[in-house]
């Protein structure tokens, strides 16, 4: 398994932005491929973006398309989430999770809230 500690939330503006980061304990972390989720009160765990373990493959929640964008770097063995134009809906507990392949998440981080305000 791969310890992941994620951190960058906070609160936000309507309109604005932040840049979420997952750092992965191992040094295998570019095999794995790594995705972003998120929980909002009151509703369950919902998928945000995922990449694939060289970052030449992306898939996005119909939800963050054209505002969100996942990149990775794997010397660094951290994943990214770049969130703009963020809306009072994005308001959630964001998980980074890792897995062998972007349909089997086995780590999970601990999460980071992001509240945005209207």
Same mark, same amino acid.
């Given at each position: 398994?791969?310890?992941?500690?994620?951190?960058?939330?906070?609160?936000?503006?309507?309109?604005?932005?932040?840049r979420l980061s997952?750092?992965?304990?191992?040094?295998?972390?570019?095999?794995?491929?790594?995705?972003?989720?998120?929980?909002?009160?009151?509703?369950?765990? =919902?998928?945000? !973006?995922?990449?694939?373990?060289?970052? @030449?493959? +992306?898939? *996005?929640?119909? $939800?963050?398309? /054209?505002?969100? #964008?996942?990149?990775?770097?794997?010397?660094?063995?951290?994943?990214?989430l770049q969130m703009?134009?963020?809306?009072? =809906?994005?308001? !959630?507990?964001?998980?980074?999770?890792? @897995?062998? +392949?972007? *349909?089997?998440? $086995?780590?999970? /981080?601990?999460? #980071?809230?992001?509240?945005?305000?209207?």
């Amino acid at each position: 398994q791969v310890q992941l500690v994620e951190s960058g939330g906070g609160l936000v503006q309507a309109g604005g932005s932040l840049r979420l980061s997952c750092a992965a304990s191992r040094r295998t972390f570019s095999s794995y491929a790594m995705g972003w989720f998120r929980q909002a009160p009151g509703k369950e765990r =919902e998928f945000v !973006a995922s990449i694939n373990w060289s970052g @030449g493959s +992306t898939a *996005y929640a119909d $939800s963050v398309k /054209g505002r969100f #964008t996942i990149s990775r770097d794997n010397a660094k063995n951290t994943v990214y989430l770049q969130m703009n134009s963020l809306k009072p =809906e994005d308001t !959630a507990v964001y998980y980074c999770a890792a @897995g062998p +392949t972007r *349909y089997e998440w $086995s780590s999970w /981080g601990q999460g #980071t809230q992001v509240t945005v305000s209207s």
